[in-house]
């Protein structure tokens, strides 16, 4: 049989061509997109992982720095007044070394700070402060002999302790800017990587598109990378929540330490003064002669003491009154509010359907930081005449309200740490806090607060 002219199918070539492109084309470009995103997703993970972990690293030890300056401050003001306050003539000279060693350990602390830190244009009121606090440190060293004695009591009240409070609070307010960058650091390493999650999901879709056997694996890959910025977010909350809890901490140790002061000043330098009077009069009591000149001195004498054990009682009273643990809340209110009327000329009025009101120790204790807070406020920068307190108790909850008739304020412009302090306090009490207030209309907060939280 002859072929020779038979006609063959030929394939046809171009066909096949097109087909091969088509294939190249798709699954080059599938391969080539894996790839784009894998470089991309992994130098995106590296560049949130290393600035997070930067931050967060940077955040830890300008924390701890922060830490060990306060300690310093507290533990030179401490050296102060008992240089100030040692009734040994012998005795308190040694702690003018023990008080430079102390300012030079805070000095040490705050250049460590300079160096690590990336807020330096935000340390001109510290370091005026700074400035200040040591000429009256070196002033109170100087005070020598009856000098001491007659003049240092004051200024350590009037000028020592305030100007180591503002040093406080600097150092607060130089860590709320450290948490607000680490919040901030945080917040844009999670956008990152959802932008990161959304351009994964589009190369799910297409891989699927374009072939499920490449699809499958492609997704896999996705999955793994998924999850490891679903674990890179879930460690950043965590870090957030961290650092929440340790802002809750710092208002647990403030309260406690306010506590434990008022306690040491009722109990011993109270005390102390007391004895004083005591010897004042038995001295005067045994005079025989009643020259009139020492009388004068003892009936002197027996003045200043007096007052200043006045003075103890109302620092006492104002770090933490002893009758919010003996008496309760509501007692505590009416002596603030007794307090603000007699200092400010605020007519203030506490009205409470419940003079018995039993709360728990947190609950009570916020309660009255914030009505002290606002009453503060007011005394300080409403030029109020009057102001109201009420409080009650109903299904479960304490509600709170605080009103005056001040000047007023804009409250989305006038954002004090008196104000944040408040709104922490309720917040961490899982209440809510509102504000309202507006010029020339007075000011009125209220907070609702839950009576069971854990």
């Keep these: 049989m002859e072929l020779d002219n038979v006609t063959r199918p030929v394939p046809d070539s171009s066909n096949a061509r097109r087909t091969k492109l088509v294939l190249l084309v798709g699954f080059g470009g599938l391969i080539a997109l894996l790839i784009a ?64 060693r102390g300012w030079k350990s805070v000095h040490e602390r705050l250049n460590a700070y300079r160096r690590s830190s990336r807020t330096i244009g935000l340390m001109g009121q510290l370091e005026s402060e700074l400035l200040t606090f040591e000429r009256l440190m070196e002033k109170a060293l100087r005070l020598t002999g009856p000098e001491r004695k007659r003049a240092g009591y004051l200024l350590l009240a009037d000028e020592i302790s305030p100007g180591r409070d503002r040093l406080l609070l600097e150092l607060d307010n130089l860590a709320q800017v450290d948490r607000a960058a680490l919040n901030a650091t945080v917040e844009q390493t999670a956008a990152e990587l959802r932008q990161l999650q959304s351009r994964l999901r589009t190369a799910v879709a297409l891989s699927v598109a374009l072939g499920l056997a490449l699809a499958a694996v492609a997704y896999r890959y996705l999955v793994r990378l998924e999850r490891f910025a679903a674990d890179r977010y879930r460690l950043a909350y965590e870090a957030a929540e961290r650092s929440e809890q340790l802002s809750h901490r710092l208002l647990s140790v403030q309260e406690q330490e306010r506590k434990s002061l008022a306690r040491e000043l009722h109990d011993e330098v109270g005390q102390s003064l007391g004895a004083l009077l005591v010897d004042l009069g038995q001295a005067r009591a045994e005079l025989h002669r009643d020259p009139k000149e020492t009388r004068a001195r003892l009936d002197a004498a027996a003045a200043n003491a007096e007052q200043t054990l006045r003075s103890v ?44 009101l039993a709360l728990r120790e947190e609950l009570r204790t916020a309660v009255f930081r914030v009505v002290q807070e606002a009453l503060q406020n007011a005394l300080r920068h409403s030029g109020a005449k009057t102001a109201e307190v009420g409080i009650a108790k109903r299904d479960g909850h304490l509600h709170l309200i605080v009103n005056d008739d001040g000047r007023g304020f804009d409250p989305a412009l006038a954002r004090g740490m008196g104000l944040l302090g408040m709104e922490e306090r309720v917040t961490r009490m899982g209440g809510r806090l509102r504000i309202v207030s507006a010029p020339g209309r007075g000011t009125t907060i209220t907070a609702d607060l839950p009576v069971s939280h854990s």
């Design 37 to 100: 995103l894998g470089i991309l997703a992994a130098i995106t993970l590296e560049r949130a992982s290393s600035a997070d972990t930067e931050q967060t690293t940077d955040y830890l030890k300008r924390r701890r720095v922060l830490g060990e300056a306060r300690t310093a401050i507290l533990s030179t003001g401490g050296s102060v007044r008992a240089y100030l306050l040692d009734p040994d003539e012998e005795a308190y000279t040694a702690h003018a070394p023990e008080a430079r």
């Design 313 to 356: 009682r109302d620092i006492s009273l104002m770090l933490r009154p002893s009758m919010l643990d003996e008496l309760g809340l509501i007692p505590a209110l009416h002596w603030q509010a007794r307090e603000v009327s007699r200092r400010g000329g605020i007519l203030t009025t506490v009205h409470c359907d419940d003079e018995d």
